[in-house]
């Protein structure tokens, strides 16, 4: 008698520590059998790969799982950041939109994420769907092969959509908040004024300050 197959969510972010740029939440729907076939691609924590393989490698997962992605762009994080005010209840409001997507779609037995703060971050903003499942958070939780999906996924979409932010105000915008970060952000202000800074950036980094300094 075969045991029954498991179903779960991995989800998790991309850009929380980056000044420029959008906050995405990515989840990937995986079983057994979808386990094995990420390993043979070579899927693991996005940390630890290249951006072209990120990019590859998210093309392939999509075609082979479900999955969903949450991007809340600079000038909506902002609004959600000063209405929230809270990093860790902006983040679990993405990972539960991000769940929720997936099981208004397919049912699953449990969603697991990044450990980023209290378990009830996210329990909390999950809806109807959501609060019928297990959600768990765990410390280095990419070990897993559904988070390790999702964190390649949500990775390959940050570096799109800054992509798409250097191309449509034609300055290059830094990954991080490094002094070369504060330098762009510096040339930004000088060519449009800080106050469209909120277009671009995640404006309650303390990088703001130093942005804004004569």
Not at 76 to 96: D, F, P, Q, T, V
Not at 178 to 192: C, L, M, Q, T
Request: net charge positive.
């Amino acid at each position: 008698m075969s045991s029954k197959s498991v179903k779960w969510i991995g989800s998790d972010e991309a850009g929380k520590g980056d000044y420029f740029g959008p906050l995405v939440v990515a989840g990937v729907l995986v079983d057994n059998t979808t386990v094995k076939s990420l390993q043979e691609l070579g899927v693991r924590d996005s940390k630890r790969l290249s951006e072209n393989s990120i990019k590859e490698l998210a093309i392939r997962i999509n075609r082979q799982c479900l999955c969903s992605v949450v991007t809340i762009g600079p000038e909506r994080y902002n609004e959600l950041y000063n209405k929230i005010g809270n990093l860790n209840c902006l983040l679990a409001w993405g990972h539960s939109r991000t769940i929720e997507n997936i099981l208004n779609r397919e049912k699953c037995d449990y969603a697991l994420a990044d450990q980023f703060g209290d378990k009830k971050f996210i329990t909390d903003a999950l809806m109807e769907k959501g609060k019928r499942i297990e959600v768990k958070q765990e410390i280095r939780a990419e070990s897993d092969m559904g988070v390790a999906a999702a964190s390649i996924l949500a990775r390959a979409e940050f570096i799109r959509r800054l992509a798409m932010l250097s191309a449509k105000y034609e300055m290059d915008f830094p990954k991080g908040a490094s002094p070369a970060v504060i330098r762009a952000g510096k040339e930004f202000v000088n060519r449009y004024g800080r106050e469209r800074l909120n277009e671009v950036a995640k404006l309650h980094f303390k990088t703001t300050k130093s942005v804004l300094a004569e």
